[in-house]
């Protein structure tokens, strides 16, 4: 089964810093997919960033960047020049290949962010 | 675009009642996740369908919980008969595809509150 693993309940950043929130994996397919969610306290879930298992690249969407390393199994979520409104839970998942589970996703249990003015 | 749209976005019943929870997906996408979010238990996975078919209803905590797809723009979820420790926050998120490296996009939620 496949498995998120999110270490940090909760992280502090000073505005304008950057700031890396720690995300590990379980699957034994070989394709998948992973991705981070923003959970602003008004609660809907916003699509962050994205980055397959067959990329090589990391993948950066503006001040979001994740930084996979596929043989430790990690997808760290990285924000830079954090900001006031970066403050939300982070969440982690992952969506398996088409040859197990079609499609099937789980979601880490998240990371809160505070930004500090 | 229209998102995904849930309805009701909050309901406040009494234990025992049946409770049905409405999403209509965004047009075009064929799969179709529920999930409940919960303080203690997180973001859970319910049931998703592929192409209006559960694919895996795992998640369902018990025979309360049921969840239908008639067609690709409309899918529900009924709990019968409900009771107090279903209270939670209940998501329905559409994905293009079931391929993997399709996001999921969530509607805005419902709150349930069952007294």
């Known amino acids: 089964a496949q498995k998120i693993t999110q270490t940090q309940p909760g992280m502090f950043v000073q505005e304008k810093e950057a700031v890396t929130l720690d995300c590990t994996y379980d699957?034994?397919?070989?394709?998948?997919?992973l991705f981070w969610y923003k959970q602003p306290s008004s609660g809907e879930m916003i699509f962050l960033i994205y980055?397959?298992?067959?990329?090589?690249q990391n993948a950066t969407e503006g001040r979001y960047s994740l930084n996979f390393q596929k043989a430790r199994k990690s997808a760290n979520l990285v924000i830079s020049a954090s900001q006031l409104g970066d403050s939300a839970m982070y969440f982690c998942?992952?969506?398996?290949?088409?040859?197990?589970?079609?499609?099937?996703?789980?979601f880490g249990d998240g990371t809160t962010l505070t930004v500090k003015p | 675009d229209a998102g995904v749209i849930q309805s009701p976005r909050h309901e406040v019943t009494e234990m025992g009642q049946e409770v049905t929870l409405r999403c209509k997906p965004i047009?075009?996408?064929?799969?179709l996740f529920w999930y409940r979010q919960t303080m203690m238990r997180g973001l859970e996975l319910l049931i998703y369908?592929?192409?209006?078919?559960?694919?895996?209803d795992s998640g369902m905590p018990e025979d309360r919980f049921s969840a239908k797809m008639p067609n690709a723009s409309f899918s529900t979820l009924k709990i019968q008969p409900s009771e107090p420790r279903d209270s939670a926050v209940y998501f329905c998120?559409?994905?293009?595809?079931?391929?993997?490296?399709?996001?999921?996009?969530f509607g805005d939620g419902t709150r349930l509150s069952i007294l």
């Open positions: 998120a559409s994905s293009p595809s079931e391929v993997s490296n399709q996001p999921q996009h």
């Open positions: 047009s075009g996408h064929n799969s």
């Open positions: 980055q397959g298992s067959y990329d090589e």
């Open positions: 699957t034994s397919d070989q394709s998948y997919g």
């Open positions: 369908f592929n192409n209006n078919v559960p694919i895996d």
């Open positions: 998942a992952m969506r398996e290949g088409w040859n197990t589970n079609a499609g099937k996703s789980t």
